[in-house]
């Protein structure tokens, strides 16, 4: 229960921090935007091109903008030896990662839902009758980019080239999350929209597999 | 701060060694420090002083050998001396509480001084996290600025929340690695006073220092290190000035 | 040394043998005609390729738990070696498929696999360069490698659900289910031929890389008097 504690305290500082600056959260925004605006111009967005093409791409803008917002996550806690403090003081350094990567998950979220009206107009696809449904999708897909990005960003922050270093890790691991969140989606803006459960099902289980991996392996991803 | 908040704790390493790939930042060091012992490391940048604080501290692991803590030897003088460690007092890491001092703040610039210090104390398990951190600010000085954001202070305020924050769960030992960089001459008497007590209550302390200051004054026993290894360990006064002072380096 | 040149002259031998047994002693298949020899070296290559990565994921759990540098040099060596029999499968693949399928590349999901693990030990061999410090990088390369292999089966699957409406291409039952028995031994003895390769090859870089090893820690060594 020390965990759930230390993990509450911990998404407590995250959450402060973010909110305090917000540069996380308002550079995301601003470049799924531009993503989503510059693919729109790659071909001719009517209603029957974007059901093919729409949902990839609105993952694809996903993807890079998390291999982008993931990169200070471990970073920030290198100014100022933070991260060593934090080691110092939880027993056991999981809660860390379940923290980090919870905060990035509810960023990640917050972001694409907050896109999802802009991705609906220049595309002209019908989001909101299927809305709620979207937001499983999205939040099952961002946990999947979310819980192996956190690790990684652990181990970027202590190679050169780091900028390109996480994407060149994170985007290549993430292929199953990329199709399971595209189909997904796209089942849902069909003009039959349908809830794949098998999709959900295996992006929760691509979660599980890398969340146990974090849980057994990730105090080593934290050592000096 | 009382003495009684806490258990005084010796440390011994063991035949200590840290390589990075081939190179060796620690040889085969073997220490043993009592209980309330004031220790001073010095040598040059490199020898393996802040290696050593961090592998007491359990954030570096040991390429081989171990530390070991144990309780007081009651054998005040001589605590080192002696290799009494009765094993109903030997205590593992988890149970010895220690403050640490790295070089840099460890604690977050983006936050108030007493936002860090409650989380800090909240992560410890202390109970009555705020009231722990409020005592703290005002032992550190602290008390007017504690809703500023840490990013303001100035380098000598900002050591002030670092010790605070080393101080937050009563440590039996005390790690520091050359407190008083940044420290203007005002610091360095109040962190030379604040650590004095701290020796006095009975703390174990170990720090490296650079050059004889007011800090390294207050060491009951000072230890060289040289590219990894001891080469001077002395508790008598005049060969401490010979160690301490930088015309040794 | 000559002990090696002549283990690789073997192996040389081996391997033109093989090839010519696969050209000339190997009948023609009726349907795809000569094009299908080029399999004999495709699946031997990919064999090598997957064990050779096996052996890193092995290496990588095995550094991660014991800390010897030996297996970081295993899972460094491994990774190269079954990046460059990777390399091989990916070029005969097209060239085979493409008179056969018509196509020179399709999303299938053994393609998929195979290109998508060749990119994730791209991602690993970049890394470790990237990294200066041999704890650390042995350390964070050993995990990444990890997570790289326990996504393997995620993008097998993935890929296999997202394309079951396409025709899953019949290559061949497998050796051995009424395989021609001329062409079962030439497989064999390629694939037998191809593991040796693989096994000179692994041990060749682990030696390099145990040498490498030494000459940096003498170089960091001779920086710091």
Redesign the interface.
């Known amino acids: 229960m020390a965990l759930i504690a230390d993990m509450a305290v911990l998404l407590g500082k995250e959450l402060r921090t973010e909110f305090r600056s917000r540069e996380l959260l308002t550079t995301t925004v601003v470049f799924i935007l531009v993503v989503v605006v510059l693919f729109s111009f790659t071909f001719d967005p009517s209603i029957g091109e974007s059901r093919r093409f729409g949902p990839g791409l609105l993952w694809l803008s996903f993807l890079f903008a998390a291999s982008l917002m993931l990169q200070p996550c471990f970073l920030r806690e290198q100014n100022n030896d933070t991260l060593s403090a934090l080691r110092l003081s939880v027993p056991d350094p999981f809660s860390i990662f379940l923290a980090k990567l919870s905060a990035n998950t509810l960023f990640l979220l917050l972001t694409e839902v907050l896109m999802l009206p802009v991705f609906a107009v220049l595309y002209n696809l019908p989001v909101l009758p299927v809305f709620p449904q979207l937001v499983l999708v999205l939040f099952l897909g961002s946990l999947g980019v979310a819980i192996p990005g956190t690790a990684f960003s652990a181990i970027s922050a202590q190679a050169r080239m780091r900028e390109l270093m996480l994407p060149l890790l994170l985007l290549p691991l993430l292929t199953p999350v990329l199709i399971a969140s595209t189909e997904a989606t796209g089942a849902l803006l069909e003009a039959n929209p349908e809830l794949r459960r098998d999709w959900l099902g295996f992006l929760a289980g691509f979660d599980v597999v890398f969340l146990t991996a974090i849980w057994l392996f990730g105090e080593y991803l934290l050592e000096e | 701060m009382t003495a009684a908040g806490f258990t005084p704790r010796g440390i011994r390493f063991d035949n200590i060694e840290k390589?990075?790939?081939?190179?060796y930042a620690l040889r085969r060091v073997s220490l043993e420090i009592g209980a309330g012992e004031c220790v001073a490391f010095a040598g040059r940048n490199?020898s393996g002083k802040t290696t050593l604080l961090?592998i007491a501290?359990?954030?570096?692991?040991p390429s081989a050998g171990s530390v070991r803590f144990f309780g007081q030897t009651g054998n005040d003088g001589q605590a080192g001396d002696g290799r009494v460690n009765p094993p109903q007092q030997a205590a593992t890491p988890?149970d010895v509480p220690?403050g640490?001092v790295?070089?840099?703040?460890?604690?977050?610039?983006?936050?108030t001084a007493e936002?860090n210090l409650s989380?800090?104390a909240?992560?410890?398990?202390i109970a009555e996290s705020s009231k722990r951190a409020a005592l703290l600010l005002e032992e550190v000085g602290l008390s007017e600025r504690r809703a500023s954001v840490v990013r303001t202070f100035s380098r000598g305020m900002r050591q002030r929340v670092a010790i605070a924050?080393a101080l937050l769960n009563e440590p039996s030992v005390l790690l520091l690695d050359e407190p008083a960089t940044g420290l203007d001459p005002e610091g360095i008497t109040w962190l030379a006073n604040t650590l004095g007590r701290m020796r006095d209550a009975g703390r174990t302390i170990l720090m490296s220092v650079h050059g004889e200051s007011e800090i390294s004054a207050l060491a009951t026993r000072a230890i060289r290190l040289d590219?990894g290894s001891v080469v001077a360990d002395t508790r008598a006064g005049s060969d401490m000035h010979a160690i301490l002072s930088l015309a040794g380096a | 040394m000559t002990k090696s040149i002549l283990r690789a002259a073997v192996l040389f031998a081996l391997i033109a043998s093989t090839a010519y047994l696969a050209f000339y002693y190997a009948p023609i298949e009726k349907t795809m005609g000569v094009v299908q020899k080029i399999f004999y070296l495709h699946i031997s290559c990919a064999f090598s390729a997957f064990v050779a990565f096996g052996t890193c994921f092995y290496a990588n759990l095995r550094y991660v738990f014991t800390r010897e540098p030996k297996s970081d040099w295993l899972g460094v060596s491994a990774a190269e070696v079954g990046l460059a029999f990777i390399t091989v499968v990916l070029i005969t693949g097209p060239i085979w498929a493409h008179p056969v399928w018509g196509i020179w590349w399709t999303w299938d999901a053994r393609l998929t696999l195979t290109f998508v693990l060749g990119l994730l030990y791209l991602s690993y061999l970049l890394l470790r360069s990237m990294i200066e410090e041999p704890d650390k990088r042995a350390m964070f390369s050993a995990l990444f490698g990890i997570f790289a292999f326990l996504d393997v089966p995620l993008v097998y699957f993935s890929i296999r659900w997202w394309r079951t409406q396409h025709p899953q291409p019949v290559i061949l039952g497998g050796p051995g289910s009424g395989l021609e028995p001329r062409m079962r031994v030439s497989y064999l003895l390629m694939w037998g031929a191809l593991t040796g390769l693989l096994i000179l090859l692994l041990s060749a870089r682990y030696r390099l890389e145990a040498l490498r090893a030494g000459v940096e820690d003498l170089r960091r060594e001779a920086e710091v008097r």
Request: glycine share 12%.
């Open positions: 390589r990075y790939g081939g190179l490199g961090r501290a359990r954030l570096v692991r988890a220690i640490f790295a070089h840099a703040t460890m604690v977050y610039d983006e936050l936002e989380l800090f909240k992560l410890q398990g924050r590219a």
